[in-house]
């Protein structure tokens, strides 16, 4: 019997919207890309992002950067971080979350994360104690949210400031309420892989007017920072003007062009990701080996992702299992990994951190593994993909799937 084999593409994304093509054309005939070279009374592509952007999130500020790892930066020396402070983070996340602390002079203190991707709880609390850190750089990785009921319990008791990356939750919620809208400042990507794109690009959103004016002059505004869509009035940035140095990461006026149709259509295209995701989680959980994180009733993901781990298997066995996918044209990311690679890296390998033991962590990320979901795929791409990982999994672990025999 010869095996199915996947021919679509992990990292094709879908195309921009014309819409996107046109306004981009618009702003690369005009030749004025840098957002604060505009006419008389113009607003600008980058301004009405900001605007657009802080209306979609629900709330008073929203700041365009050039990457998420930049909105992480100016939101954590915005937020108070100033060198030496320890800064309370997920041990599994993406390197430019420690990036970001170790950018602004912080001590990344790592916090475990349980068989469901999300933060520990318990560990967090007995952390947060121990370290004395007055900030959380609270990271969604992978769309899965923590009890943020009990995060912020805990945050706001103790006086620690939470800044949420949510790289991979723009639009993800918790018991309804938008993700980046639980802690003092949010920050998103508009980088390719994320869920609107930009090549690069970030965005800052927060409801404080002082930490929105120390913010924008970080993002490298100069005097001009009256020229923003959805900044504090002029009245906030007495000292932050004096006080915050130029950081230049500013986004420019093609990009915002680019990201202005695509916020437009983030709903529609939520709805198709977690559709596909479904597809394939419904079909990997049905095999007994294979175990899919448990998701809370509160929580509403974004599936751009989809994660899964097959509790048992060694390091051989894993990479047997990565080697026997790709073959049949499935790539699969793996935590689990001694060396950084791809974009994968885990915290052994950020040695600018003091050295940390994540005993429960590493046990997890051990067996766990990822796919893409892009918009490219449809229905039967993401069964034929559950397929495939299925039948490796039932040679490798002997466990054969429900309904085989
Ligand atoms: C991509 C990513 C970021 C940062 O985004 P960039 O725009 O690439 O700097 C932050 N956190 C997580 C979890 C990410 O995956």
């Not at 005939?29 to 999130?57: D, I």
């Not at 790892?69 to 309370?88: E, F, P, S, T, Y």
């Not at 175990?291 to 974004?302: D, F, I, K």
Request: proline share 5%.
């Amino acid at each position: 019997m010869t095996k199915s084999r996947f021919t679509g593409n992990f990292t094709q994304q879908d195309a921009l919207p014309e819409t996107a093509l046109d306004a981009a054309l618009n702003v690369l005939k005009s030749g004025r890309l840098h957002r604060y070279n505009l006419e008389p009374g113009e607003e600008g592509e980058t301004a009405a992002f900001e605007r657009e952007y802080a209306a979609w999130q629900g709330v008073d500020y929203a700041l365009a950067v050039t990457s998420g790892g930049q909105a992480m930066q100016i939101a954590l020396r915005a937020a108070g971080v100033k060198a030496g402070d320890a800064v309370l983070t997920n041990a599994f996340t993406l390197a430019p979350v420690p990036g970001a602390i170790a950018a602004v002079g912080g001590e990344p203190v790592f916090v475990e994360i349980g068989e469901d991707l999300r933060l520990d709880i318990e560990d967090f609390a007995l952390k947060a104690t121990q370290s004395g850190a007055k900030f959380l750089l609270l990271s969604h990785m992978r769309g899965h949210l923590c009890d943020m009921d009990a995060v912020m319990q805990i945050t706001n008791s103790q006086g620690i400031t939470v800044i949420e990356d949510c790289a991979h939750t723009m639009g993800a919620t918790w018991d309804g309420k938008l993700s980046g809208n639980f802690g003092q400042v949010a920050c998103f990507s508009t980088q390719t892989y994320k869920h609107i794109n930009s090549g690069e690009g970030g965005v800052l959103t927060t409801n404080d007017p002082h930490l929105a004016a120390r913010a924008t002059i970080l993002s490298g505004s100069y005097m001009l920072y009256t020229r923003h869509g959805a900044g504090p009035g002029p009245e906030f940035f007495d000292d932050a003007r004096l006080d915050m140095p130029n950081n230049s990461a500013r986004m420019d006026a093609l990009r915002a062009a680019i990201l202005r149709p695509q916020l437009a259509g983030l709903h529609a295209k939520i709805t198709e990701w977690n559709r596909l995701c479904d597809a394939f989680l419904d079909r990997v959980r049905s095999h007994p080996a294979i175990h899919v994180p448990h998701a809370p009733n509160q929580e509403m993901r974004v599936g751009s992702s989809a994660q899964f781990r097959v509790p048992g298997l060694d390091q051989p066995q894993c990479e047997r299992l990565i080697a026997a996918c790709a073959d049949r044209g499935v790539e699969i990311k793996w935590f689990g990994r001694s060396e950084p690679h791809g974009f994968t890296s885990d915290h052994q390998s950020w040695r600018y951190a003091t050295p940390q033991e994540l005993p429960k962590t590493g046990a997890v990320l051990a067996q766990l593994f990822d796919i893409r979901v892009p918009l490219t795929f449809s229905t039967a791409d993401c069964e034929l993909i559950a397929d495939i990982i299925i039948e490796e999994v039932s040679v490798i672990t002997g466990v054969l799937a429900n309904g085989s025999n």
